[in-house]
């Protein structure tokens, strides 16, 4: 199989990116926009135009399978897209409808679990039998490998580690609960936080920056507070920190991986997060799993892990 190649495809809700993928590498990579608007037919044709031309000349028979990360819900037995927000798709057949026209072997998974196979395979999380992958971007997610093997789950959902609760009482989250990891430790999270507090009066150079429009605050504009000392992000990005500590406490407490791998855009935002995170792992873990010599490590892959993943299932 290692003359071969696979393609790897990164289904996001603004974004399609395609690859041509051999042994961990993208050989060519397109990349198009989603178009959410244009709804499911124009999507699937969208995927199948740049799977073409990722293949870049090579044929078919050259090519073992596709591999999809699709953002969502996934039945990762049948290839269907049960529910996802992002595409605004109930139950689409995916695997089926792309098999049907390249006519060799489509699988689909949740785009985080699908990065988590690009490090298992490629990655840092290569030669551990039992590890977890957590995304800390947009949203929170992640996937565990337990016994070499990538866990699905009874109903495909194994690895929702955004909607572990931190606290019933907590702010609200995008899946409608309170008080989920997400809530507090996504990109969207910190941004939540430091609108509220600048609603209730609190003094940021951040209200300068986004000229009062508290709507546009975001991430890397906290980031940038941040740098120049301002005490509000820096708080809002230690909070991350605090319990996404508390996150991974309970993650080595509960399976006792051999490395918690992190990645995900707000990784930008370490130098100044990891400090208190490591604080809260170390207070909340319990002793034995503690003992483990290396708790955690960052993810290799960034943004091309989804596309790599979905190339891998197939190396
Ligand atoms: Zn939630």
Redesign the pocket.
């Known amino acids: 199989m290692s003359n071969k190649y696979s393609l790897g495809i990164d289904l996001g809700g603004t974004k399609i990116a395609a690859g041509l993928c051999k042994d961990g590498e993208i050989l060519k990579k397109v990349v198009f926009p989603t178009s959410v608007s244009n709804g499911t037919q124009h999507i699937l044709k969208t995927m199948v135009d740049a799977a073409k031309q990722a293949m870049d000349g090579q044929s078919i028979e050259n090519i073992v399978g596709i591999g999809i990360g699709a953002a969502g819900q996934i039945n990762s037995e049948t290839g269907d897209v049960i529910y996802s927000p992002n595409l605004n798709w109930y139950n689409v057949p995916l695997a089926a409808s792309l098999e049907k026209e390249f006519k060799i072997p489509v699988r689909v998974l949740n785009d985080v679990r699908a990065a988590t196979v690009a490090e298992q395979k490629f990655g840092n999380g290569k030669g551990y039998d039992n590890f977890a992958n957590i995304f800390v971007g947009t949203g929170v997610g992640s996937g565990f490998v337990i016994n070499g093997k990538l866990l699905n789950g009874a109903t495909n959902s194994a690895g929702e580690i ?2 572990v609760c931190m606290d019933p009482n907590g702010p609200l ?5 309170k008080g ?4 507090y430790c996504s990109g969207t999270g910190m941004e939540n936080y430091v609108k509220n507090e600048l609603k209730k009066g609190r003094n940021s150079i951040i209200s300068d920056m986004v000229e009062g429009n508290i709507e546009l605050i975001k991430g890397p504009i906290i980031g940038k507070a941040a740098e120049q000392g301002d005490e509000l992000a820096l708080k809002a990005i230690k909070r991350v920190g605090y319990y996404l500590g508390i996150g991974i406490a309970n993650v080595h407490t509960l399976i006792n991986p051999d490395v918690v791998l992190i990645g995900g855009g707000m990784t930008a935002l370490k130098s100044y997060f990891m400090p208190t995170l490591l604080e809260t792992m170390n207070t909340y873990i319990l002793p034995v799993a503690a003992k483990n010599k290396q708790l955690i490590k960052e993810a290799k892959f960034e943004n091309d892990a989804v596309l790599l993943g979905g190339a891998a299932i197939f190396a």
């Open positions: 955004g909607h989250c995008g899946c409608g609960k989920c990891l997400e809530a």
